[in-house]
Nanobody, 116 residues
């Protein structure tokens, strides 16, 4: 199992970014997926989840600003982020929620930095 995150970068407050996560090594379509983030000096936190059927849930801090989606044909999960604030600065990771809880299969993440 491997996850490769991309799409991060430096953006001004109020801006937008779209993150991508390419998954491999398992049957992507039958596994729920999630995005997490870890800010400096803080624990990794769950940002959004998406079920195999496309039902999404979000942390309160990103609700109405972030959108998670998946393309089963491309084995890819996305995170569209809008109205970014400096508090969104973190390394963003994707994983399956069950594996994330077990602490396995983490990728290298993608850095998102929001300047004020």
């Amino acid at each position: 199992v491997q996850f490769v995150e991309s799409g991060g970068g430096l953006v001004q407050a109020g801006g937008s970014l779209r993150l991508s996560c390419a998954a491999s090594g398992y049957t992507f379509s039958i596994v729920a997926m999630a995005w997490y983030r870890q800010a400096p000096g803080q624990q990794r936190e769950l940002v959004a989840t998406i079920s195999t059927g496309g039902i999404a849930n979000y942390a309160d801090s990103v609700k109405a600003r972030f959108t998670i989606s998946r393309d089963n044909a491309k084995n890819t999960v996305y995170l569209q982020m809008t109205s970014l604030t400096p508090e969104d600065t973190a390394v963003y990771y994707c994983n399956a929620p069950n594996w994330g809880t077990l602490g396995v299969y983490w990728g290298q993440g993608t850095q998102v930095t929001v300047s004020s």
